[in-house]
């Protein structure tokens, strides 16, 4: 399995830009869909945004849409997610995902079974 760990995370005001990154290791991400979801306090998991195996196609939640990017270096084994205009509502534990190439650029987390740990990001009003 790919073992996948999360930074770039930390507190901002509202209409601040973070830039978390994914690093991978024990396998090439290359062979693997990308995907970050995240979950708020009080609040289940959501998807945010997926990106396919060569970076060709991308998805995003409706929440995030023209805000946030996701992109993908698969030479340097990392997938990031560009995070601009952040809301107080962004506030959430973000974690990259890993799965299946055939699965694309897939919103449902079952089609996800790599995890990592996940990073904190928090914005203030």
């Known amino acids: 399995q790919v073992q996948l760990v999360e930074s770039g995370g930390g507190l901002v005001q509202a209409g601040a830009s973070l830039r978390l990154s994914c690093a991978a290791s024990r396998r090439t991400i290359s062979n693997y869909a990308m995907a970050w979801f995240r979950r708020a306090p009080g609040k289940e998991r959501e998807f945010v945004a997926a990106?396919?195996?060569?970076?060709?196609?991308?998805n995003y939640a409706d929440s995030v849409k023209g805000r946030f990017i996701i992109s993908r270096d698969n030479a340097k084994n990392t997938v990031y997610l560009h995070m601009n205009s952040l809301k107080p509502e962004d506030t959430a534990v973000y974690y990259c995902a890993a799965g299946s190439a055939s699965y694309s650029v897939s919103n449902e987390s079952p089609n996800y079974d790599n995890w990592g740990q996940g990073t904190q990001v928090t914005v203030s009003s």
């Open positions: 990106i396919n195996w060569s970076g060709g196609r991308t």
